[in-house]
């Protein structure tokens, strides 16, 4: 069964600086993966997918991620923090078998500090 | 409209009471799903549809909860007699198709609580 692991429920970083926020998935096959983030009060929203293809994705508002087999992990990344990227954001996975149902990660909220 | 709709947005209601929370997905998507988000447990999924039919309901806490879906196109969450574990946002979503690697889309969900 799929799992996924998000390190650190809170992550703090300087307007400007480099966003991190981790995320690890246990697959016995590459699964499709999934960055997903949530404003206060609304659903989730997509920022990017990996599904196979390049291993390095782009995504929205600058948003990126890596798909790494051998360290199974797909980190988000962002090179400059901006406020407005202030909110939870969500890993989540999905299995080539039971490809539908998406298994999520616990959420990391980012707090930009000005 | 362009995007998944939810009603209500939110919804207070007694212990033991009914509830009725309702989906309209994308235009178009035969796949929908439905996911509950609370405290606690974080993002879970309940249900999924293919269409009018559900494959997988494997998510549904108990038997107080149901789901069906009409036309293709509307789907409807139950849950009856309500208890306060039962408070949480329950989140639609909706895809193109229910395969591997299309993206679900999500409503804004309705937070639901019971007193």
């Known amino acids: 069964a799929q799992s996924v692991t998000q390190l650190g429920s809170h992550v703090s970083v300087s307007e400007g600086a480099l966003v991190l926020l981790r995320c690890n998935y246990s697959s016995s096959v590459p699964p499709y993966l999934f960055w997903y983030v949530q404003y206060p009060n609304q659903g989730l929203q997509l920022l990017l997918k990996y599904t196979s293809a390049a291993t390095l994705v782009k995504g929205i508002n600058g948003f990126e991620a890596e798909f790494k087999k051998s360290e199974t992990s797909f980190h988000l990344t962002k090179p400059s923090a901006h406020m407005s990227d202030a909110a939870e954001y969500f890993c989540a996975v999905s299995g080539r078998d039971s490809s539908y149902k998406l298994i999520f990660g616990s959420g990391t909220r980012l707090l930009v500090r000005p | 409209g362009a995007g998944v709709s939810q009603s209500p947005s939110n919804k207070v209601t007694e212990k033991g009471k009914d509830v009725e929370l309702r989906c309209d997905p994308i235009?178009?998507?035969?796949?929908l799903y439905w996911y509950r988000q609370s405290l606690g447990q974080g993002l879970e999924f309940l249900i999924y549809?293919?269409?009018?039919?559900?494959?997988?309901k494997s998510g549904l806490p108990s038997d107080r909860f149901s789901a069906e879906r009409t036309g293709g196109s509307v789907s409807t969450l139950t849950i009856q007699r309500t208890q306060q574990e039962d408070s949480a946002v329950y989140l639609c979503?909706?895809?193109?198709?229910?395969?591997?690697?299309?993206?679900?889309?999500f409503g804004d969900g309705t937070r639901l609580s019971i007193l």
């Open positions: 979503a909706s895809s193109f198709r229910g395969i591997g690697g299309q993206p679900q889309h």
């Open positions: 235009s178009g998507h035969t796949a």
């Open positions: 549809f293919q269409g009018n039919s559900a494959p997988d």
